[in-house]
Nanobody, 129 residues
């Protein structure tokens, strides 16, 4: 079964940190591009970061640039998102997403929501004092 599973969310005070994990099972992330999205209540799901596994290139939305860091552990088939200097406006459900390389010509980073094929269930991040 092809799955992505996120973990690491929680409640944190402003200025705090969290590390989110996205573990892929049933397929390898090699040659893929993995994105992190977030969706706050009443807002669109937006891509905030992604990484191209083959060459390590990364993307960050302006809203998180300098505060969030994406990385990959190929041996663990896992992509991480380090969240630092968290703000209340970072409160959202965070999702990771990947491409189906059997049906997708090229795994692109960044990509639209519709461009990704596999999604995790999401992990809640709440930033509040």
């Amino acid at each position: 079964q092809l799955r992505l599973v996120e973990s690491g969310g929680g409640l944190v005070q402003p200025g705090g940190s969290l590390r989110l994990s996205c573990v892929a099972s049933g397929f390898t992330l090699d040659y893929n591009a993995v994105g992190w999205f977030r969706q706050a209540p009443g807002k669109e799901r937006e891509e905030i970061s992604c990484i191209s596994i083959s060459d390590g290139s990364t993307y960050y939305a302006d809203s998180v640039k300098g505060r969030f860091t994406i990385s990959v552990d190929n041996a663990k088939n896992t992509v991480y998102l380090q969240l630092n200097s968290l703000k209340p406006e970072d409160t959202a459900v965070y999702y990771c997403a990947a491409h189906d390389l059997f049906t997708t010509a090229q795994a692109v980073c960044p990509n639209t929501r519709a461009g990704y094929d596999f999604w995790g269930q999401g992990t809640q991040v709440t930033v509040s004092s």
